[in-house]
C-alpha cells in the first residue's frame, strides 16, 4: 500500500469519540536499521489520547522492532536511521539515554509479554512495583508500601497486602501478568504498550486479564497501543488495527474493515488464518466440515485411559496431597485426533505425561493397543514408548541447542538402536522431506531455524521411530497464526498419510475446532464432558465449557 494511503486510512479510520486534537504518540516515515541493514521502512501512524490501537502481523513484521525504537530500547547494533517518533509534542527520536529513562515509565508504559523473564525471581514482587514506584519519583517508605498495595489490588490481585511480600514463583500466571500491569501503572503513564501480554495465557485467564486491563487504561484515560498475532484478540479489544508485514505498514482501519473488508492479500491470510475468527452461531464457534464426521475406527481405540489417579506429596506438609487427576476415562480411536482442553491447572498435562510414561499414575492405568505402560515389563515398556511420541510447547527448549537438526532427529533412532549411520542418515532426509523442510538444515542448528522451522524438527523427531500416536501439548500455542496454520495442515497431511493417532492438549478450543474428532474437557483434575467436537461446541452441556468458548477472542467478529 502507498504511503499516501497510509495516511489517509490513519486519519479517517476508527477515531473514536474520547480521541480528539493532536494525537499523543506520532510516529512518521520510521527507518530502523541493524548495521547498515533497514527492517522498517517509512512506517507512519498515530495513536490518539484515549484511544486503543493494535498492530498485528506475523513473527519477523517489525512489530517488535517499532516498539524498541519507541521505548530507545532496539537491541544490538539496532539504531533509528530515518523519521521521527513524538510524543506528546516532544520528538524522542533522538533523545539519549538519560531523557528517555525519564519517559519510559512515567510517560510510556510498558507490560512485556512473559512474566517470568520479566520478573526478578529472587526479589519480592512488592519490592519490584515500590522500584518502580520510586524510579517515577514516589518517595518514603511507607507511602511506597502503601502505593504498591493499592496497585496491587487495582490489578486484581487478592490478598494484596499480605502478597506483597511473596516471590513470583508463590504466584499463577495469570497472577504474574498482574503484577507486571501494576508494575507498568505505577508511573500513570500516558501511554501503555502491551507487547503479546496474554499470549502464554488460557483462555478464561487471558479475558480476564484482558478485561481488567480495559478497565484500567479506561478509568485513566490511558492510551493503549497493543502487540498481538491474533487479529481476533484485536479487533476484541482496540478501536483501530495496523497491519504490519516485513518492516511495512500495509493496511489499516477499524475492527469490522479489517476483518470484512480487508484490502490487502496478507490480511486476508491473516483473517483466515486466524482460528478465533472462524464462524460461530449463536455465539458457539462452528465445526469445520471435514473433521465433523469421526472416522469409522472408535471399536479400535489405541489409547484407552482407565479411571487414572494422580495424587502429588505437598512439600513441607506433612501427610498432605495434591489430587492433580481425578477418575479420568476417555479413549483414543486409531487414526483420529481427540483433544483434551482446559485452562491452567485442570490436569491436562499431567494426563499425557503418565501415557507417555514420564509419571507413574496414584490408581487407574493408560492402555496403548490393551497393554499398560506402567504395568509392562522393561522390554514391553520400550516397545510401547517407540509407539507414543510427544511433541511440546516449546520447541527450542525441547531441543538441545549445541545438536546439529540431523543429530536431533536421529536421536530416538541411536536411543532405540535402529540401523546404522548410513540408513539413519537417509531416514533424516526423508523425515524432512516429510515435514517440508529442506534436507540442507541437516547440519543447521535450532537457533538458525524461525520457531515454525524448529516446531517441524520436533515433528520429524517424534516420527523418527515410527510411532503410531503422536502427544502434542500446545505444540502450536507459541506460534503466530500464519504458521501454526502451517503446522496444523502440516499434522493434517501427516495423519491422513500416515494414519497417525494424536492426543492433542491445548487450552484453545478455536484451535481444536480445526484439528480434532473428538474433545476431552478438563477442570480441577476432573473430566467434565466429552464427545464429539460438534456435539460439545454446538450443544455444550456444561456451563464451564460454555465458558471456555464464550472466551476466544473474536467470537463477536466471527462470520
Same mark, same amino acid.
Given at each position: ?15 473514536i ?6 494525537p ?21 501512524f ?52 538519560q ?18 523473564s ?15 514506584? =520510586? ?20 490489578a ?42 496474554t ?13 481488567h486491563?480495559?478497565? @484500567? ?10 502487540i ?68 469409522d ?31 479420568v476415562?476417555?479413549?483414543?480411536a ?19 505425561? *503418565?501415557i ?26 520400550? =516397545? @510401547? ?45 526423508? @523425515? ?40 502434542c501439548?500446545?505444540?502450536?500455542? =507459541? ?18 498419510? @500416515? ?8 487450552h484453545d ?5 480445526? *484439528? ?44
Amino acid at each position: 500500500m502507498q504511503q499516501d494511503v497510509n495516511e489517509s486510512a490513519f486519519h479517517d479510520a476508527g477515531q473514536i469519540g474520547t480521541a480528539s486534537g493532536a494525537p499523543l504518540l506520532e510516529v512518521q516515515n520510521l527507518e530502523v536499521s541493524f548495521g547498515e541493514a533497514p527492517v522498517l521502512k517509512s512506517v507512519s501512524f498515530t495513536v490518539n489520547r484515549g484511544e486503543r490501537v493494535a498492530i498485528v502481523g506475523q513473527s519477523g513484521s517489525g512489530k517488535s522492532t517499532s516498539i524498541g525504537a519507541i521505548l530507545g530500547l532496539l537491541p544490538g547494533n539496532g539504531h533509528i536511521s530515518g523519521g521521527t517518533i513524538t510524543l506528546d509534542g516532544q520528538i524522542i527520536s533522538g533523545a539519549g539515554e538519560q531523557q528517555m529513562r525519564q519517559i519510559r515509565g512515567r510517560k510510556i508504559g510498558l507490560v512485556p509479554q512473559d512474566p517470568m523473564s520479566n520478573l526478578n525471581p529472587v526479589m519480592k514482587v512488592g519490592a519490584q512495583i515500590a522500584d518502580a514506584l =520510586a524510579a517515577a519519583g514516589h518517595r518514603g517508605r511507607a507511602n511506597i508500601r502503601q502505593r504498591a498495595v493499592a496497585l496491587m489490588t487495582e490489578a486484581g490481585i487478592p490478598d494484596a497486602a499480605r502478597r506483597y511480600s511473596q516471590f513470583p514463583h508463590e504466584f499463577s500466571g495469570g497472577m504474574r501478568q498482574r503484577m507486571l500491569i501494576a508494575i507498568s501503572l505505577a508511573g500513570e503513564p500516558e501511554l501503555l504498550i502491551a507487547d503479546e501480554p496474554t499470549s502464554a495465557l488460557d483462555v478464561t485467564v487471558q479475558r480476564q486479564i484482558l478485561d481488567h486491563l480495559q478497565t @484500567l487504561v479506561d478509568a485513566r484515560g490511558t492510551s493503549l497501543l497493543f502487540i498481538t498475532h491474533d487479529l481476533g484478540l484485536a479487533a476484541d479489544r482496540t478501536d483501530r488495527i495496523i497491519v504490519m508485514s516485513e518492516g511495512k505498514i500495509v493496511e489499516v482501519g477499524t475492527p469490522q474493515e479489517i476483518l470484512f473488508q480487508p484490502q490487502e492479500e496478507y490480511t486476508r491470510r491473516l483473517v483466515a488464518a486466524a482460528p478465533s475468527l472462524l464462524a460461530t452461531v449463536s455465539g458457539v464457534v462452528e465445526v469445520m466440515p471435514e473433521l465433523s464426521e469421526v472416522p469409522d475406527t472408535l471399536g479400535n481405540p489405541i489409547l484407552e485411559v482407565k479411571g487414572l489417579v494422580k495424587e502429588f506429596r505437598l512439600r513441607n506438609q506433612r501427610g498432605a496431597t495434591f489430587l492433580a487427576v481425578d477418575n479420568v476415562k476417555f479413549s483414543v480411536a486409531r487414526g483420529t485426533t481427540t483433544a483434551i482442553v482446559g485452562e491452567s491447572g485442570s490436569g491436562k498435562t499431567t494426563v499425557a505425561r *503418565i501415557i507417555l510414561g514420564l509419571e507413574n499414575a496414584s490408581s487407574g492405568e493408560a492402555l496403548i493397543d490393551g497393554m499398560s505402560i506402567s504395568g509392562s515389563q522393561a522390554q514391553d515398556r520400550r =516397545a @510401547l514408548r517407540r509407539k507414543v511420541q510427544p511433541v511440546f510447547q516449546d520447541p527450542y527448549g525441547s531441543l538441545d541447542p549445541t545438536y546439529s537438526i540431523e543429530r536431533l532427529i536421529d536421536e530416538p533412532l541411536r536411543v532405540f538402536k535402529v540401523g546404522d549411520r548410513s540408513s539413519r542418515q537417509a531416514r533424516v532426509a526423508q @523425515l524432512l522431506d516429510q515435514v517440508a523442510l529442506p534436507r540442507g538444515v541437516a547440519q543447521r542448528r535450532p537457533n538458525e531455524l524461525s520457531g515454525g522451522q524448529r516446531q517441524r524438527v520436533a515433528i520429524a523427531r517424534a516420527l523418527a521411530s515410527e510411532p503410531e500416536m503422536l502427544i502434542c501439548d500446545e505444540a502450536v500455542s =507459541a506460534l503466530d497464526v500464519l504458521v501454526q496454520e502451517q503446522i496444523l495442515a502440516l499434522l493434517k497431511e501427516l495423519q491422513d498419510g @500416515l494414519g497417525l493417532s494424536y492426543l492433542f492438549i491445548t487450552h484453545d478450543l478455536a484451535v481444536v475446532r480445526q *484439528i480434532a474428532h473428538q474433545v476431552v474437557v478438563m477442570k480441577s483434575g476432573r473430566v467434565i464432558e466429552d464427545g464429539s467436537v460438534e456435539k460439545v461446541f454446538m450443544t455444550p452441556e456444561d456451563e464451564y465449557t460454555r465458558e471456555l468458548l464464550g472466551a476466544i477472542p473474536g467470537a463477536a467478529f466471527a462470520r
